[in-house]
């Protein structure tokens, strides 16, 4: 069980009401959250077969996911975070899935960046580079992360100007724009995207999924864990403008959390300003500009 103290003294009152949305907030947690996402990857079952499912290949077997993986290639390089980080057995293929809740119009640019940092966390120094594994992204994104409405992209490279020749780097990159799971022309793609967009159980792998995120949140370990990531990350908040976002995590995680950590602030903001707590409040809550949580008000107004 995680445990947390909160490095600056909260307003009580604050603190009690940030609790009571935490509550709230747990009740409702969906696969779509990073936090159930990726505790029911933790299944080797369920995780290969998403994979599988997803990327349409057969896997043999992977090795045991690490959730909420850290890569740090240089002290002052910035640090990333992975949801769920997965190796074949061998080696010869690792996979990497991202669920998203928030579009920051960078994913292009994140997903550039989290290959570099798989690659070098898998080539030892002095190796061919033909030692590289095959590796996979996978982006499941609940709005539309490039705006064109289509139910998946794909990330190609070409070697000829008429986009006509592709190369293998052995690198290949999916989005999935969970909000056009109806248009997914794979019928078990969709209802596993129909899943995390609705909750709609309807399949043996949906029911399965939906039975392991209920038995999760019944469980008081489950809970606590939750309330300590949600204290801790409200913590870093209170400290961004001083001490800067990637300083977070204390508990062995340096840096590489500054887009979750805003992140979370955002959905933070919504549930506060849902509970009526007026736009001072939320500001000072989330550490957010106050233009920011007046823009998110009116967004909620419409």
Same mark, same amino acid.
């Given at each position: 069980?995680?445990?947390? =103290?909160?490095?600056?003294?909260?307003?009580?009152?604050?603190?009690?009401?940030?609790?009571?949305?935490? =509550?709230?907030?747990? =009740?409702? +947690?969906?696969?779509?959250?990073?936090?159930?996402?990726?505790?029911?990857m933790?299944?080797?079952?369920?995780? =290969?077969?998403?994979?599988?499912?997803?990327?349409?290949?057969?896997?043999?077997?992977?090795?045991?996911?690490?959730?909420?993986?850290?890569?740090?290639?240089?002290?002052?390089?910035?640090?990333?975070?992975?949801?769920?980080?997965?190796?074949?057995?061998?080696?010869q293929?690792?996979f990497?899935?991202?669920?998203?809740?928030?579009?920051?119009?960078?994913?292009?640019?994140?997903?550039r960046?989290?290959?570099?940092?798989?690659d070098?966390?898998?080539?030892?120094?002095?190796?061919?580079?033909?030692?590289?594994?095959?590796?996979?992204?996978?982006?499941?994104?609940?709005?539309?992360?490039?705006? +064109?409405?289509?139910?998946?992209?794909?990330?190609?490279?070409?070697?000829?100007?008429?986009?006509?020749?592709?190369?293998?780097?052995?690198?290949?990159?999916?989005?999935?724009?969970?909000?056009?799971?109806?248009?997914?022309?794979?019928?078990?793609?969709?209802?596993?995207?129909?899943y995390?967009?609705?909750?709609?159980?309807?399949?043996?792998?949906?029911?399965? +999924?939906?039975?392991?995120?209920?038995?999760?949140?019944?469980?008081?370990?489950?809970?606590?864990?939750?309330?300590?990531?949600?204290?801790?990350?409200?913590?870093?908040?209170?400290?961004?403008?001083?001490?800067?976002?990637?300083?977070?995590?204390?508990?062995?995680?340096?840096?590489?959390?500054?887009?979750?950590?805003h992140?979370?602030?955002?959905?933070?903001?919504e549930?506060?300003?849902?509970?009526?707590?007026?736009?001072?409040?939320?500001?000072?809550?989330?550490?957010?500009?106050?233009?920011?949580?007046?823009?998110?008000?009116?967004?909620?107004?419409?």
């Amino acid at each position: 069980m995680l445990e947390v =103290k909160l490095s600056r003294d909260v307003p009580q009152n604050l603190l009690e009401e940030l609790k009571k949305v935490w =509550k709230q907030e747990w =009740k409702k +947690l969906t696969l779509a959250d990073d936090f159930i996402f990726s505790r029911v990857m933790q299944n080797i079952e369920i995780c =290969k077969e998403v994979l599988e499912l997803l990327l349409k290949i057969n896997i043999t077997k992977i090795e045991y996911p690490t959730v909420q993986k850290v890569f740090q290639s240089l002290k002052n390089s910035k640090g990333i975070r992975l949801d769920v980080y997965v190796q074949e057995t061998g080696g010869q293929r690792v996979f990497d899935i991202e669920i998203q809740t928030v579009i920051t119009k960078e994913e292009a640019l994140r997903a550039r960046y989290y290959q570099g940092m798989l690659d070098l966390d898998n080539l030892l120094k002095g190796n061919d580079y033909t030692e590289l594994p095959q590796t996979y992204i996978i982006f499941l994104c609940m709005k539309d992360p490039f705006g +064109l409405n289509l139910p998946v992209y794909h990330k190609q490279s070409f070697i000829d100007p008429d986009n006509r020749h592709s190369y293998d780097d052995k690198t290949k990159k999916i989005f999935y724009n969970v909000g056009r799971y109806q248009d997914v022309e794979d019928p078990k793609i969709r209802r596993f995207l129909g899943y995390l967009k609705k909750k709609e159980t309807s399949d043996k792998l949906t029911r399965r +999924l939906d039975q392991m995120v209920e038995e999760l949140k019944a469980i008081e370990m489950g809970f606590s864990d939750y309330i300590a990531i949600r204290q801790r990350e409200f913590d870093w908040l209170r400290q961004g403008k001083e001490e800067g976002y990637i300083h977070g995590l204390k508990a062995g995680l340096e840096q590489g959390l500054e887009q979750g950590a805003h992140q979370k602030a955002v959905e933070t903001a919504e549930k506060l300003l849902s509970m009526g707590l007026s736009l001072e409040q939320v500001a000072e809550g989330t550490n957010l500009p106050l233009e920011t949580i007046q823009r998110l008000g009116n967004a909620t107004k419409n």
